[in-house]
T-cell receptor, first 115, second 117 residues
Framework: KNQVEQSPQSLIILEGKNCTLQCNYTVSPFSNLRWYKQDTGRGPVSLTIMTFSENTKSNGRYTATLDADTKQSSLHITASQLSDSASYICVVSPMFSGGYNKLIFGAGTRLAVHP | DAGVIQSPRHEVTEMGQEVTLRCKPISGHNSLFWYRQTMMRGLELLIYFNNNVPIDDSGMPEDRFSAKMPNASFSTLKIQPSEPRDSAVYFC???????????????FGPGTRLTVL
């Protein structure tokens, strides 16, 4: 069973529109939750990182929220741009993972922004 | 800073051949990770090095896979013999682990796309 589930698998939106991506996780306890952006043919790049005590974190047009009680996170993209077309991956770090920052990845949501 | 450097970017080989992937981490980083990404399984950790020492290799699929880190600026991932099911994108990432178990940021390289025919 995947410990980090993301929805939807894929999404198409028009340029300028907003969208929200969802992440449900079962990793517990956890140290932090990240959202990564992965452009085609590139490695993942971190967008936001939240500790278990944080509820929201923004990075420009990207806003991530975290509800540790329901074990849900979301990534909201405002005023989408063509360059937002990418895969967005939710990543959770277990609190106790052998002394290092182990990452557990979701399968990602593939976002396509059309003009 | 050039970031994490991986080579080659693309590799096409025939089943049974030896494949060596290379990684140069960000200077000053003391942790290095090898990941594999496939459509079916997403990103999976293969092995983690700290200060050039393998700490967690539980993700290495089988004995055909081996990884080394002879010094702080170089690591290799070798597959011998390669099989078609090894086809994937292999990423190297590095980080500066300053606090035990803390959320230290991992920086990913561009990846090596491996195709085994």
């Amino acid at each position: 069973k995947n410990q980090v589930e993301q929805s939807p698998q894929s999404l198409i939106i028009l340029e300028g529109k907003n969208c929200t991506l969802q992440c449900n996780y079962t990793v517990s306890p956890f140290s932090n939750l990240r959202w990564y952006k992965q452009d085609t043919g590139r490695g993942p790049v971190s967008l936001t990182i939240m500790t278990f005590s944080e509820n929201t974190k923004s990075n420009g047009r990207y806003t991530a929220t975290l509800d540790a009680d329901t074990k849900q996170s979301s990534l909201h993209i405002t005023a989408s741009q063509l360059s937002d077309s990418a895969s967005y991956i939710c990543v959770v770090s277990p609190m106790f993972s052998g002394g290092y920052n182990k990452l557990i990845f979701g399968a990602g949501t593939r976002l396509a922004v059309h003009p | 800073d050039a970031g994490v450097i991986q080579s080659p970017r693309h590799e096409v080989t025939e089943m049974g051949q030896e494949v060596t992937l290379r990684c140069k981490p960000i200077s000053g980083h003391n942790s290095l990770f090898w990941y594999r990404q496939t459509m079916m399984r997403g990103l999976e950790l293969l092995i983690y090095f700290n200060n050039n020492v393998p700490i967690d290799d539980s993700g290495m699929p089988e004995d055909r896979f081996s990884a080394k880190m002879p010094n702080a600026s170089f690591s290799t991932l070798k597959i011998q013999p390669s099989e078609p099911r090894d086809s994937a994108v292999y990423f190297c990432a590095s980080s500066l682990a300053t606090v035990r178990g803390a959320g230290n940021e991992q920086f990913f390289g561009p990846g090596t796309r491996l195709t085994v025919l």
